[in-house]
């Protein structure tokens, strides 16, 4: 009996997101498979464009996940899963968290320091980013930017979508999407610039 479960385990396991929809309309127990594999994903996300409390991400998480659940039959097969079920926690975050104008100014983004290496590693942003900062720094930058433009960094470099998924998620055409990040690095960039000098000048007095 063991073994059986074990092996279905494991098909459940190579079953493609799309696949495990499938199932899930056919068996609602299996939806428990996908909360499985977005979870971590999903409250890292939300965590990250939000700038709400744990208890917060915490709440609008389940909601991201029941609202799914009773929106299945509608899923847009043109669409990938990991899309559709960003999209529903993009849509919540702006529903919950930016109608809050007294919210938490600094946010804990796991891999905030990736986020600057990337940057750092892109051609264009070498020469901004000549002396190392800490993680502590970079939140800072990052609670400083538009929310859109946070939001698509966190989206391109961190979620690791590509501007597909990103144009799905935030229903914006490409071509939008595109300008958004490359405004999106120039904002950092200068406000990483103006960090620098300020450093600077402190050091000289």
Known sequence: MEKEYLQELNNVAELSD??????TLENPDAY????????????????????????????????????????LNDFDQD???????????????????????????????????????????????????????TGEEVRLILDELDERYREVLVLKFLEEKDYKEISDILEKPMGTVATLINRAKKQFKEKISKQDMKQNILKKV
Do not use: C
């Not at 799309?18 to 199932?23: A, D, H, P, T, Y």
């Not at 594999?37 to 909601?63: A, F, M, N, P, W």
């Not at 940057?119 to 020469?127: C, G, I, P, Q």
């Open 18 to 23: 799309e696949g495990l929809v499938k199932m």
């Open 32 to 71: 428990g498979f996908l909360i499985e594999r977005y979870e971590e994903k999903l409250h890292r996300y939300i965590l990250r464009i939000s700038g709400g409390s744990r208890e917060d991400v915490e709440d609008t998480l389940q909601d991201v996940f029941i609202s799914a659940y009773k929106n």
């Open 79 to 133: 669409l990938k899963f990991s899309s559709w079920i960003y999209r529903i926690a993009h849509n919540k975050v702006i529903s919950h968290f930016r109608k809050i104008t007294a919210r938490p100014k600094t946010v804990t983004y796991e891999g905030d320091n990736q986020l600057l290496n990337i940057l750092a590693s892109s051609e264009d942003m070498t020469k901004e980013l000549e002396r190392k900062h």
